[in-house]
T-cell receptor, first 113, second 114 residues
Framework: NAGVTQTPKFRILKIGQSMTLQCTQD?????MYWYRQDPGMGLKLIYY???????DKGEVPNGYNVSRSTTEDFPLRLELAAPSQTSVYFC????????????FGPGTRLTVL | KQEVTQIPAALSVPEGENLVLNCSFT??????LQWFRQDPGKGLTSLLL?????REQTSGRLNASLDKSSGRSTLYIAASQPGDSATYLC?????????????FGGGTRVLVKP
């Protein structure tokens, strides 16, 4: 199993540009998550999904959109990038239930200039 | 809203010393609490998951305790090694949160000196 994979690893955007961060998991997990981590801080939840076709907002959803058309994929879309979106983005997945840990991807480091 | 605090923010110890990392949270209504390790430039790796009904969980040199009523968890790492240098994050899962959502603390950055 590859686990959770994310692409790209690094990206520099100009203000106002758009991009999609890709996330794929091969563990057949129901739940998937997008977090952002600012320097020296913990992770904050952007969006999450409990299954294909179902998404919901987390703590910091403004400026982002998601979709979940398949169990495996959970892309995060940035529209009109702003410097405040400079961060490291992590995708995670878990099976379901209170006993299951979350598995994290390696992250995408995004800089908006 | 769940608030999670980790103290200290950074810790430097000589190799062989035991490490004690603290995590406090404001909402005691949790399903479980997880401890993660994060190496520089990497994603998070789960170390231990303690269910709300458990008092502690052990894995090798790692032991995590949970006192749900007081909103505290402690991660102990015995006989630290340079390879233990990393940032450690705790994350309780609130009962009220759907979808197994976690709330993360800011982490404790650990440096173990040879």
């Amino acid at each position: 199993n590859a686990g959770v994979t994310q692409t790209p690893k690094f990206r520099i955007l100009k203000i106002g540009q758009s991009m999609t961060l890709q996330c794929t998991q091969d563990m057949n997990h129901n739940y998937m998550y997008w977090y952002r981590q600012d320097p020296g801080m913990g992770l904050k939840l952007i969006y999450y999904s409990v299954g294909a076709g179902i998404t919901d907002k987390g703590e910091v959803p403004n400026g982002y959109n998601v979709s979940r058309s398949t169990t495996e994929d959970f892309p995060l879309r940035l529209e009109l990038a702003a410097p405040s979106q400079t961060s490291v983005y992590f995708c995670a997945s878990s099976h379901a239930g209170a006993t299951d840990t979350q598995y994290f991807g390696p992250g995408t480091r995004l800089t908006v200039l | 809203k769940q608030e999670v605090t980790q103290i200290p923010a950074a810790l430097s110890v000589p190799e062989g010393e035991n490490l004690v990392l603290n995590c406090s949270f404001t909402d005691s209504a949790i399903y479980n609490l997880q401890w993660f390790r994060q190496d520089p430039g990497k994603g998070l790796t789960s170390l231990l998951l303690i269910q709300s009904s458990q008092r502690e969980q052990t894995s090798g040199r790692l032991n995590a305790s949970l006192d749900k009523s007081s909103g505290r968890s402690t991660l102990y790492i015995a006989a630290s090694q340079p390879g233990d240098s990393a940032t450690y994050l705790c994350a309780p899962e609130p009962i009220k949160a759907a979808g197994n959502k976690l709330t993360f603390g800011g982490g404790t950055r650990v440096l173990v000196k040879p």
